[in-house]
């Protein structure tokens, strides 16, 4: 059986973790009073440790995260092709514009298509 902690993106649950902090225009301090998970462990996240459990569970509640969504499994396939994930949810930003989104949408996909052709 894989060790489960080395299948988990930390990095990038933290990142996600960091967009929403930022998004919703809060400090660390306030994240942890919201969710019970100490300064501490925030601290150990962003230098890339993996939190516990009950930690990453409360984190994720707060920020609206799937832990599932950061597990890298061999032959795991994501429910949703990655571009269109990420266009789905910028069109339906409440703080965008449709013009805006659509802007945003045409700088992704050239950006994400110019990428994926470079590691192919």
Known sequence: ?????????????????????????????????ATGVSV?????????????????????????????DFVKLPGKRPSQEPLSAALTLLRADPKLKPEGATALEAIIRTAYNQLRKCNK
């Open 1 to 33: 059986m894989p060790d489960a902690d080395k299948n988990f993106d930390a990095d990038a649950f933290y990142k996600a973790l960091a967009d929403t902090v930022e998004a919703r225009n809060v400090t660390w301090k306030a994240v942890s009073e």
């Open 40 to 68: 501490t462990t925030l601290t150990r996240m962003a230098q890339g440790r993996s939190p516990d459990a009950a930690s990453q569970a409360a984190l994720a509640a707060w920020a609206g995260l799937n832990p599932a």
